[in-house]
């Protein structure tokens, strides 16, 4: 009989994302087949998955710790933010709806058997599913058609452990707290708890443990020292996007208001010989940059208004006429052509917006959303890339004919006379670590991502073995009755 057990939060960023990654590798190096799964996720850092959909990139970081390829049902509902109060709806890999935040709030519990039936029929093969819960149970006012944490747990019958983070401090009144302000039911189905992200001897916590078994009820499955290797592992929420130093060549990122699918700068921030600096806003783009790479974004013209706003478009004439070299992926690619083309109004009303004009290309967005795994070649060096594609809007222009990706039967990308301004759709091409060498030039060092990627999942597990009961998980697990 297939098990199950969900990881919630105290409170936003505990970790959740990363102990469900570390426990499904642990259980599955105990011979267990584990499959992760999250209902609802709300992230614009999106993966393409083997059925043709699109689920938040934790799930299948999470899906790769159990050596599975990932699938929509691991993820069913997926909330990517457009505005400050609307989010396109994706279900089940695909787009549903665009909504606002409070005409979401009275449609989600229609969603509820959507989620249910991803989570059967994952269930169907596997021998126990590790799910991840958003955002905190205490968000009470949010409990009506709840389907991301207590309601589905409830739905589905699903013993919950809830997560403190003690590094953002509070953590005996995150848990007891949450305790207090849960109805019965609902305080019912938490039957463990653990403490994450310590820092120095767990020890001097052993009270503070004593405080919270007490005040609660709930088993103790142990306190978590700071993983500190996390920063190798792709990052899902925005507000872990940092800087990172790591050699001479700069690379600049300014950090747009929607940015997307920044899993991107992963693999770069990894290389010993870059440095990754992020640019946030109201900040010049460094002088002194080697590469400004302008990322994916979730809402193209907006963002694109919102670069100008920075003083970025200055920035980045300036960088090209020092001789810098300049890439656009995605989102970043539409803003570097001459024109923006939405006449029906895909990301607000209908009308034309002047690019950047660094690239001889125009954009013409269209309601077809373009969703697929990529195996490419560089055509300067003939290695291969993987990637992903995950976009609206079709770009064309005589750039294009110096396309730089060769994809089966078409071509992709585009680059100026020089090549020194370039842009594509492939997301994910700097984990192929033939191409990033090659691009980077001599700043490469050469490291292997993915296997990188690997073993750190497997020192997170290492670390989940070490220091949480997972003998205790195990037997608190519940068997999935649907």
């Known amino acids: 009989?297939?098990?199950?057990?969900?990881?919630?939060?105290?409170?936003?960023?505990?970790?959740?994302?990363?102990?469900?990654?570390?426990?499904?590798?642990?259980?599955?190096?105990?011979?267990?087949?584990?499959?992760?799964?999250?209902?609802?996720?709300?992230?614009?850092?999106?993966?393409?998955?083997?059925?043709?959909?699109?689920?938040?990139?934790?799930?299948?970081?999470?899906?790769?710790?159990?050596?599975?390829?990932?699938?929509?049902?691991?993820?069913?509902?997926?909330?990517?933010?457009?505005?400050?109060?609307?989010?396109?709806?994706?279900?089940?890999?695909?787009?549903?709806?665009?909504?606002?935040?409070?005409?979401?709030?009275?449609?989600?519990?229609?969603?509820?058997?959507?989620?249910?039936?991803?989570?059967?029929?994952?269930?169907?093969?596997?021998?126990?599913?590790?799910?991840?819960?958003?955002?905190?149970?205490?968000?009470?006012?949010?409990?009506?058609?709840?389907?991301?944490?207590?309601?589905?747990?409830?739905?589905?019958?699903?013993?919950?452990?809830?997560?403190?983070?003690?590094?953002?401090?509070?953590?005996?009144?995150?848990?007891?707290?949450?305790?207090?302000?849960?109805?019965?039911?609902?305080?019912?189905?938490?039957?463990?708890?653990?403490?994450?992200?310590?820092?120095?001897?767990?020890?001097?916590?052993?009270?503070?443990?004593?405080?919270?078994?007490?005040?609660?009820?709930?088993?103790?499955?142990?306190?978590?020292?700071?993983?500190?290797?996390?920063?190798?592992?792709?990052?899902?929420?925005?507000?872990?996007?940092?800087?990172?130093?790591?050699?001479?060549?700069?690379?600049?990122?300014?950090?747009?208001?929607?940015?997307?699918?920044?899993?991107d700068l992963d693999p770069l921030s990894n290389e010993p010989g870059v440095t990754v600096q992020i640019v946030e806003a109201g900040k010049a783009l460094p002088g002194d940059a080697d590469l400004v790479l302008i990322p994916g974004s979730k809402s193209t013209i907006a963002d694109l208004a919102y670069f100008r706003a920075q003083g970025w478009d200055i920035d980045l004439q300036a960088h090209i006429r020092r001789g810098g070299r300049v890439l656009g992926i995605c989102g970043g690619y539409q803003m570097l052509g001459r024109e923006i083309i939405d006449d029906a109004g895909i990301e607000g009303p209908p009308g034309r917006v002047a690019g950047l004009g660094h690239?001889?290309?125009?954009?013409?967005?269209?309601?077809?959303?373009?969703?697929?795994?990529?195996?490419?070649?560089?055509?300067?060096?003939?290695?291969d890339v993987r990637g992903y594609e995950i976009h609206i809007g079709r770009t064309e222009g005589p750039d294009c004919a110096r396309a730089w990706l060769n994809i089966a039967d078409r071509t992709e990308g585009a680059a100026s006379e020089n090549h020194r301004i370039m842009g594509c759709y492939v997301h994910g091409l700097f984990a192929s670590d033939a191409f990033r060498s090659a691009f980077l030039g001599k700043a490469a060092g050469n490291v292997g991502y993915e296997s990188t990627v690997d073993s750190t999942l497997d020192a997170l597990a290492d670390h989940i073995e070490t220091h949480m009961d997972l003998d205790a998980l195990l037997e608190l697990s519940g068997e999935i009755a649907g």
């Not at 996720?41 to 390829?69: F, K």
């Not at 958003?134 to 747990?153: H, K, Q, T, V, Y």
């Not at 009270?207 to 009820?217: H, K, M, P, W």
């Not at 967005?365 to 560089?378: D, G």
Request: proline share 5%; aromatic share 6%; hydrophobic share 45%.
């Open 359 to 383: 690239l001889d290309v125009t954009t013409h967005m269209t309601p077809h959303k373009q969703l697929s795994e990529v195996r490419a070649t560089y055509t300067t060096t003939g290695d």
């Open 1 to 263: 009989m297939t098990k199950a057990i969900m990881i919630q939060g105290a409170g936003s960023n505990v970790g959740k994302s990363m102990i469900v990654a570390g426990i499904a590798r642990a259980l599955t190096r105990r011979g267990l087949k584990v499959a992760p799964f999250k209902p609802q996720n709300m992230s614009n850092n999106a993966a393409v998955t083997s059925d043709g959909g699109e689920i938040g990139r934790a799930q299948a970081l999470q899906a790769r710790a159990c050596y599975l390829a990932p699938h929509t049902d691991m993820n069913p509902v997926l909330l990517k933010p457009e505005t400050d109060i609307g989010a396109q709806v994706v279900v089940q890999g695909k787009r549903f709806a665009t909504m606002k935040a409070r005409d979401y709030g009275k449609q989600k519990s229609t969603l509820m058997p959507h989620v249910l039936e991803s989570f059967y029929r994952l269930a169907e093969t596997v021998d126990i599913i590790v799910i991840e819960g958003a955002g905190s149970p205490a968000e009470i006012n949010l409990r009506a058609g709840d389907i991301a944490n207590m309601g589905f747990a409830e739905a589905a019958n699903v013993p919950v452990v809830l997560i403190g983070d003690i590094d953002r401090g509070g953590v005996i009144a995150q848990l007891v707290g949450t305790h207090a302000v849960l109805p019965d039911n609902d305080r019912g189905l938490i039957k463990a708890f653990a403490v994450n992200k310590f820092r120095g001897d767990v020890s001097l916590f052993d009270q503070g443990l004593d405080e919270i078994v007490n005040r609660t009820g709930w088993r103790s499955l142990g306190v978590l020292p700071w993983f500190a290797d996390a920063w190798r592992l792709p990052a899902e929420d925005v507000m872990d996007i940092s800087s990172s130093e790591g050699g001479d060549f700069k690379i600049a990122v300014p950090k747009l208001s929607r940015i997307a699918n920044f899993d």
